[in-house]
């Protein structure tokens, strides 16, 4: 039975994300973030099902995850101890308490894939002083969410869907689908729901998941000012993981590359 307290429990990330293309697309800009660190280590905050934390293993980088859902954590265990001792290594709890669930410094950290607006302000402040203290100095951190303030200017209700093959029923597809409705101008509430799509079955399509999520709609000032009270200095904005320029209503994600001390 899934923990009713693990709200991505019931998501399989790793089925629902076409994962080597997503990596291949991203990695030339996250190496460029990576190489620059002061040590080939990193941490990823909210590692959900470890890919990230694999691919840097792959590359020769001590790569960590961590996330709170036991769930994800099980799932990216799978990976532990394919590159040896470089890892990849998988923690489970929560970003605040980083210092308690490691005593290795890094010289990199990333916050991948909208985990932020999980976190409430107090949450938030507390994540980013964790990380301060497990950073070395002149360490990057990588932040990438969704750009909320396109959503609430456009009154987005809806991200893309991401469809694929189903890799356990080849005449399937999966489809994933994130909804949202806004809640006042901090909040929204996320639907995020995978499909399965099933040609000449009744019925055509079936619910395989599907979850309501209360999510602090981060924006670029306010991530700003929490990285900076954190010890942090924003280095740059982005609106998306190839590095393109971040322009407020218009770019789909906000991806800020800061340096701790």
Request: aromatic share 8%; with cysteine.
């Amino acid at each position: 039975m899934q923990d009713p307290n693990d709200p991505h429990g019931r998501l399989n990330y790793r089925r629902l994300i076409a994962w080597p293309a997503r990596i291949e697309r991203e990695w030339p800009f996250l190496e460029g973030i990576v190489v620059g660190a002061p040590a080939r280590t990193v941490v990823d905050l909210g590692c959900g099902t470890g890919e990230h934390v694999r691919h840097l293993a792959s590359q020769g980088f001590r790569a960590v995850g961590v996330d709170r859902s036991e769930v994800q954590i099980e799932e990216a265990r799978d990976y532990e101890g394919e590159f040896g001792g470089l890892g990849p290594e998988f923690l489970l709890g929560e970003a605040s308490a980083l210092a308690g669930l490691t005593d290795e410094l890094f010289g990199a950290a990333l916050c991948l894939g909208n985990v932020l607006p999980h976190l409430e302000d107090d949450a938030v402040a507390a994540a980013l002083a964790a990380l301060a203290d497990r950073l070395l100095p002149g360490g990057r951190f990588l932040l990438q969410i969704i750009n909320y303030e396109r959503v609430f200017a456009r009154g987005i209700r809806a991200l893309p869907i991401n469809l694929r093959d189903d890799p356990e029923s080849p005449e399937r597809e999966i489809a994933f689908v994130r909804l949202m409705t806004p809640e006042g101008d901090r909040h929204i509430r996320f639907y995020p729901t995978t499909l399965a799509l099933c040609p000449g079955e009744e019925p055509p399509v079936e619910v395989s998941a599907t979850r309501e999520l209360r999510l602090r709609a981060w924006r670029q000032a306010e991530v700003a000012r929490a990285l900076e009270r954190a010890g942090f200095r924003v280095e740059a904005t982005y609106g998306d993981m190839t590095g393109g320029p971040f322009v407020a209503e218009d770019s789909s994600d906000l991806v800020v590359v800061a340096q701790c001390g």
